[in-house]
């Protein structure tokens, strides 16, 4: 079955710093890798997904990057704000009609004014 | 936006009762919802995949006779820990899929406590 791996396990940047957090995926089926943000106590919020026919997807300070060849994607946070402080997932999935999503081990990202 | 309603955000029972979590799709029908389990500073595990209308599908390693899951309308399903013991301690969280190329929505989670 599907193995995703996310590192780092934390990371800590300054205000206005990036973040780049990366996984990667052991199937190649797989061709759905949404990203999630979790806050304490609370659910994981979708905040972008890609599909495998796109290399890049950007959403304001917020971009992801797929690599079917490695089988790797990456969050990319630019201008980092405190409020961005909390804990991401990655995620990917066979189908994307059926979400059976397995998840990677998650990133906490602790921005410091 | 589409919202998924999880009921209760917490409870505290006593081992060897039963505790009952609902899970709501509220503006969207969902046919497919999942039950996932979280231990603190770890990662999402699937419990089972919860069809409309039909039997769940449980994960490798999870008694289905112990997660009971039912999902009688296309916007409720449920999850009953049964005889729970502190073991069964967790968050729980559901996520909903709706129709089409939408993505999946999560509750906010229920943190059960079994003393």
């Known amino acids: 079955g599907e193995n995703v791996e996310q590192h780092p396990s934390t990371l800590s940047v300054q205000e206005g710093d990036s973040a780049v957090i990366k996984c990667t995926y052991s199937?190649?089926?797989?061709?759905?890798f949404p990203w999630y943000k979790q806050e304490l106590g609370k659910g994981p919020q979708l905040i972008i997904d890609?599909?495998?026919?796109?290399g890049e997807k950007k959403d304001q300070r917020i971009a992801v990057t797929l690599n079917k060849t490695a089988k790797h994607f990456s969050l990319h946070i630019t201008e980092t704000q405190p409020e961005d402080s909390a804990v991401y997932f990655c995620?990917?999935?066979?189908?994307?009609?059926?979400?059976?999503?397995?998840f990677g081990t998650g990133t906490r990202l602790l921005v410091s004014p | 936006g589409a919202v998924v309603s999880q009921h209760p955000s917490w409870v505290i029972c006593k081992s060897g009762t039963s505790v009952k979590i609902e899970c709501r799709s509220l503006?969207?029908?969902?046919?497919?919802m999942f039950w996932y389990r979280q231990f603190p500073k770890q990662s999402l595990m699937l419990m089972a995949t919860?069809?409309?209308?039909?039997?769940?599908?449980?994960e490798q390693g999870v008694e289905k006779d112990k997660f009971l899951i039912n999902h009688a309308s296309l916007t409720l399903s449920t999850l009953t820990v049964t005889s729970a013991h502190p073991e069964d301690s967790s968050f729980y969280i559901c996520?909903?899929?709706?129709?089409?190329?939408?993505?999946?929505?999560f509750g906010n989670g229920t943190r059960l406590t079994v003393t």
């Open positions: 996520s909903a899929l709706g129709q089409g190329d939408s993505p999946l929505h």
């Open positions: 199937d190649s089926a797989s061709n759905y």
């Open positions: 890609i599909r495998s026919n796109v």
């Open positions: 995620a990917a999935s066979e189908d994307t009609g059926f979400q059976k999503l397995v």
């Open positions: 503006d969207f029908q969902a046919t497919t």
């Open positions: 919860s069809n409309e209308g039909s039997k769940a599908t449980y």
